[in-house]
């Protein structure tokens, strides 16, 4: 087809098209390395949707963005000459336009992903082409290998083109069979480096700000700053606007509606000039018009898995160098440009050289289901880049077997089938899925929307989810984005019907029945079933619920017990009734420490949160003896009964040990002694059950029962062991061990 306009002409990627063809004819499969500014986001899908070979088959193009995807789906439908929704269209989680004239679709990762799981055939596509696959997310890791096993099995005619910047070709020929690298120049313009002092992490937006300011005094055109997050371009847009900053100040983030995304990305209609402040989106896969000028604070969120702790939290950390040199080319697209670096120089050297693939950090519950999902119990019989560690593919087997999505053997159950068609976390999904079982589908999937961005609506005083989701009925622009996912969300599971209001404690112990958390007197202090601590401000309404379901937790670097960002109450009855496949009844003797007495009652426990207790009427002896000594090896000997006769004892025996090495004397040390107590102590112990019952305990004839029956009757004889009871120690004291009398002490006799 033809192409509106001469401009896409120059782009560098325009000599290489032919050779990417070819190789795609040959070899089926192409790895591109363009350099920023190359054109290759624009024109290679075109190029292969216009090639014969390709027959009446579309290209579907991926992107790791929404943002991403829409603006390439503007732009090449531009060059065609028309509005996106013909031959070029785009679909992401919450928007789509695409009909039936569509020839290249720009899709999000995910969205290939699910459209895999429904059509793994996908017959009417005939090329996929990864775009800006360095960035290397879980969903384009796993969408490639799931393409490569539907080209294995299914479709060998279907072409793969992986294209990036930065991209390690080698690794990804080594996957695909038989692809061929093909290397694009990149048209970019010298970037002058000025590095500034880093700022303290509080002081990021101030500096940001500051840097802005200067790019703009020093540099002709736009300029485009870059901060971790949207906490820090709220605050930088704020600084700004208070210093009457002549330029128009643009945010450019994820969250941002349509409209204003685009005002960041489009050129001034009126030439004034503007500062875009942008997250990671604005690296490599977003052309914004007129900037001349890069302001970097060399920091982005990352999302972290902490697999002990079983969360996933955006952490802020420094880029890595392959990053940092692609936010410094956006400084030189149109002409010789300045990037503001908010670092020393020398710390450069110590940037990582790639951003850590997700898949090796992330948590994997979400790719383990989808596998199942896909028919394959183990992800290493897929074809990765970097394989899946399996060290966190088993915990995620762990977590989907424990929500019922997989069985022992790792194959999907029809719940899990269910909670694979729905977009969102499996802990979600499950929750979404056992809601619908109760009625509660549509108040799961409002639920499901919120809790998949916590951090969108304002925070309302307080950590609980019924505060929120009335935030979410009163209206507003975040509200609307959650309602837009809870419509998609019920879509997808097939569901209908208005959220039921006051259901969302239940809910949420759907989604986190780890985390559903009895209260430990009322000061806002918490046990969770998995044993962790967490805490509210004793000021919060929740703090004095006797059980809470938590959605939200904020763990400290060091804390013992974590934060509480969002719960909601929970009864015992609804425990009972809706968990209680998890509750187990159990025996339980052991020591407790407040009373110093050993504690035997039956109790019903959910995890590690006891629910109710009775005493228990006949414990195993045994196992109270057990607890008694717990109690003692926990308090140390100095509980036991030492009279004199006993310490004398234990020192006689000492005694005879060093005279006769070869003796066989046991050893009643205290050392000794704390570390066997369970030996020797323990069948001393019978009808004792309070630490005040030691009283009763003869320690001298348990001290005794550790000599053999020789040593006892030596010991009478040499004055060494004798004694028994609280009697002392035995007939033979004031006699020598050689038979004569020992010398008389003062007060002997």
């Given amino acids: 087809m033809r192409l509106a306009g001469d401009d896409w002409r120059a782009l560098p990627v325009v000599a290489a098209l032919p050779s990417i063809l ?20 624009t024109l290679v899908p075109l190029a292969i949707a216009a090639d014969r070979d390709l027959g009446e088959r579309k290209v579907l193009v991926l992107e790791p ?15 065609t000459g028309a509005q996106p929704g013909g031959y070029v269209g785009y679909a992401t989680r919450l928007d789509s336009r695409v009909s039936a004239e569509t020839r290249v679709e720009v899709v999000t990762e995910g969205v290939l992903i699910r459209r895999l799981l429904a059509d793994p055939a996908i017959e009417d596509i005939g090329a996929v082409v990864f775009d800006e696959f360095h960035e290397r997310s879980l969903d384009a890791d796993l969408a490639l290998a799931l393409l490569l096993d539907v080209r294995e099995g299914l479709r060998p005619d279907l072409k793969l083109v992986v294209m990036s910047a930065t991209i390690a070709a080698t690794a990804v020929q080594a996957l695909i069979p038989h692809a061929r690298a093909i290397r694009v120049p990149g048209r970019a313009f010298p970037v002058e480096v000025v590095h500034l002092d880093r700022p303290q992490l509080h002081m990021v937006a101030s500096a940001a700000a500051s840097a802005s300011r200067m790019a703009l005094r020093e540099t002709p055109g736009d300029v485009l700053t870059f901060l971790p997050g949207e906490a820090e371009i709220r605050r930088a847009a704020e600084q700004l606007a208070a210093t009457g900053t002549a330029a128009k100040v643009r945010p450019l983030y994820a969250n941002l509606p349509d409209a204003a995304q685009d005002e960041a990305i489009a050129p001034s209609r009126d030439g004034s000039r503007k500062i875009v402040l942008a997250t990671t989106i604005a690296e490599t896969s977003l052309t914004i018009e007129g900037v001349t000028a890069v302001v970097d604070t060399g920091l982005k969120r990352s999302p972290r898995y902490d697999a002990r702790r079983g969360v996933t939290r955006l952490r802020t950390v420094r880029v890595s160098l392959a990053a940092a040199e692609q936010r410094k080319g956006r400084a030189g697209r149109l002409g010789p440009g300045r990037c503001y670096r908010l670092w020393p120089e020398a710390e450069t050297r110590q940037l990582d050289a790639h951003d ?14 989808t596998i199942a999902s896909w028919g394959v119990g183990d992800p290493a019989a897929l074809a990765w880049i970097d394989p899946p560690p399996p060290g966190r593919v088993a915990e995620a087997k762990a977590l989907l077997v424990s929500l019922g999505a997989i069985d022992a053997r790792g194959a999907i159950t029809a719940a899990g089938r269910r909670m694979a068609a729905i977009p969102a976390h499996p802990r979600l999904a499950h929750m979404i899925e056992a809601g619908d079982r109760l009625g509660l589908g549509a ?63 239940l809910l949420a112990a759907f989604a986190w029945p780890d985390r ?6 009322g000061d806002g202090r918490f046990l969770m079933a998995s044993g962790g601590g967490a805490k509210l401000d004793p000021a919060d309404a929740l703090a004095r619920e006797p059980f809470l379901a938590i959605a939200d937790l904020d763990y400290g670097k060091d804390a013992l017990e974590a934060r509480v960002r969002l719960a909601a109450p929970l009864s015992l009855e609804a425990i009972e009734r809706h968990f209680g496949e998890r509750i187990e009844t159990a025996d339980r003797v052991a020591w407790d420490a407040r009373s110093r007495a050993v504690s035997a009652v039956r109790e019903r426990r959910l995890g590690a949160l006891a629910l109710d207790r009775q005493p228990l009427a006949a414990p195993d002896p045994g196992a109270v003896a057990a607890a008694l000594v717990e109690g003692v090896r926990r308090e140390g000997l100095a509980a036991l009964p030492w009279t004199g006769a006993a310490r004398s004892l234990q020192a006689r025996v000492a005694f005879l040990a060093r005279l006769d090495p070869d003796g066989g004397w046991p050893d009643l040390s205290d050392a000794r002694l704390s570390a066997t107590l369970d030996d020797w102590l323990s069948p001393w112990l019978a009808g004792l059950w309070r630490m005040s019952d030691l009283g009763a305990l003869d320690l001298p004839a348990a001290l005794r029962a550790a000599m053999s029956h020789d040593q006892r009757r030596g010991g009478d004889r040499r004055g060494g062991g004798g004694g028994g009871g609280r009697g002392g120690a035995g007939e033979d004291k004031n006699k020598h061990r050689h038979g004569r009398p020992a010398p008389q002490r003062r007060g002997e006799g």
């Avoid at 997700?358 to 289901?369: F, P, T």
């Avoid at 609506?457 to 989810?465: E, K, T, V």
């Fill in 356 to 369: 850590e693939p997700e898949i090796l950090s992330a948590d994997l519950a979400s790719l383990v289901l």
């Fill in 443 to 505: 108040a799961a999937c409002l639920l499901a929307a919120l809790l998949s961005e916590p951090d969108v609506l304002p925070d309302a005083g307080s950590a609980d989810l019924g505060l929120r989701l009335d935030a979410v009925k009163r209206g507003g622009r975040a509200s609307q984005r959650i309602a837009a996912t809870a419509r998609r969300l019920r879509s997808a599971a097939g569901l209908a019907g208005d959220a039921r209001h006051g259901d969302e404690g």
């Fill in 65 to 79: 963005r929404r943002i991403a995807a829409r603006a390439a789906a503007v732009r090449m439908a531009a060059l």
């Fill in 516 to 521: 559903i958390a009895r209260g430990r007197g």
């Fill in 22 to 41: 070819a190789a795609l004819r040959e070899a089926g499969s192409v790895v591109v390395e363009a350099e920023p500014g190359a054109g290759k986001t």
